[in-house]
């Protein structure tokens, strides 16, 4: 009984609901199209007009359209928008007139910079890490700096990308007058160091063992036995890998804005504000982005072609 009343009253307030909505798109969809017989005002009715156009009743102020010209005096309800413009207009609203392209240009170059930097920066303090953890696994060496290593990797891989250049830009470098770019390379840097120090300590695992211990039978020592005999085989498994952290390294600078640094994103946000047009400038910055990651994910296809290619020899 009481399931049934519930029941009930649910599909009433459903009805209902439904009953608002459509009564809403109707009186949304007679604004539209004002008549210039009758205008009522939604929230009381009380507003009627005298056979003048409801536009007269609202103010009117200096328009312009999209083109520049000069409207006159149009009230705000009625003035043209981006819907009138065609899509050759509309690009060359975006990126034609006052050289907009230029800031798409500029932000594609900011993000390569520090794609490129940030990864070299990774790979050292990648490769400095994993070399310290796989020789403490392997001899028991290095307690010290294997528990700061641990420390690292679990502060930067359990903290937002984000937090940490906010963390960077605004607590570390807060003081100092530093060049925007080398604060986000630095940031990046150090988030991309965790992953890639996993990436090699797992390829560095995939050697075998005995390898490292034939270095060793043969006098080398720890450094160079891990730089000569282990490194260049591993480098080897972690290099399909390693690509694969710059592609992700690349999209994850889309946030460099947060610092005021002009990226792609940030390059097509800026093209947004001044055009009030969003649909074109960030369309066209991730065809971008799509088109860097899918060229790039073809070399990493073709490069683990080559490497098993070469396995099977």
């Known amino acids: 009984m009481i399931l049934n009343r519930t029941l009930k009253g649910f599909i009433r307030l459903l009805i209902l609901s439904a009953v608002v909505s459509a009564a809403v798109i109707c009186v949304s969809a007679s604004a539209s199209a004002l008549s210039p017989a009758f205008a ?17 009743l609202l103010p009117s102020v200096p328009a312009k359209n999209f083109s520049g010209q000069d409207t006159g005096n149009s009230p705000v309800l009625f003035a043209s928008g981006p819907d009138d413009m065609t899509v050759t207009d509309k690009l060359k609203q975006n990126f034609v007139e006052k050289r907009r392209y230029q800031y798409i240009i500029d932000g594609l170059k900011t993000t390569i910079t520090v794609t490129v930097f940030a990864v070299i920066l990774g790979l050292i303090i990648g490769a400095f890490v994993a070399v310290i953890r796989t020789v403490h696994e392997l001899t028991g060496k290095l ?14 891989r359990g903290t937002p990308t984000m937090i940490q250049l ?12 530093v060049n925007k770019i080398l604060v986000a390379i630095v940031a990046f840097g150090i988030n991309s ?21 034939a270095g060793l039978s043969l006098g080398l020592p720890i450094r160079q036995t891990m730089t000569s005999v282990i490194l260049p085989q591993a480098f080897r498994n972690m290099l399909p890998a390693l690509c694969n952290e ?21 390059a097509a946000d800026i093209i947004r504000s001044q055009t009030f047009e969003a649909f074109m400038p960030l369309f066209g910055a991730a065809l971008i982005y799509l088109i860097i990651v899918m060229i790039l994910a073809r070399c990493v296809g073709e490069l683990e072609r080559r490497l098993k290619a070469n396995e099977t020899r």
Do not use: W
């Not at 009522?40 to 007269?56: C, P, T, V």
């Not at 992953?195 to 211990?213: D, L």
């Not at 710059?246 to 940030?266: H, N, P, R, V």
């Open 193 to 213: 160091g965790a992953y890639i120090a996993e990436i090699m300590r797992s390829g560095i695992n995939a050697v075998p063992k005995g390898q490292f211990e």
């Open 143 to 156: 307690k010290f700096p294997d528990m700061i290593c641990s420390v690292y990797l679990t502060i930067i």
């Open 40 to 56: 009522e005002d939604i929230s009381g009715g009380l507003l009627h007009s005298s056979g003048n156009d409801i536009g007269s």
């Open 246 to 266: 710059f592609i992700s390294l690349m999209k994850e600078t889309a946030i460099c804005g947060y610092i005021g640094l002009m990226d792609l994103t940030k």
């Open 166 to 177: 906010l963390i960077i830009y605004y607590v570390i470098f807060g003081a100092v007058d």
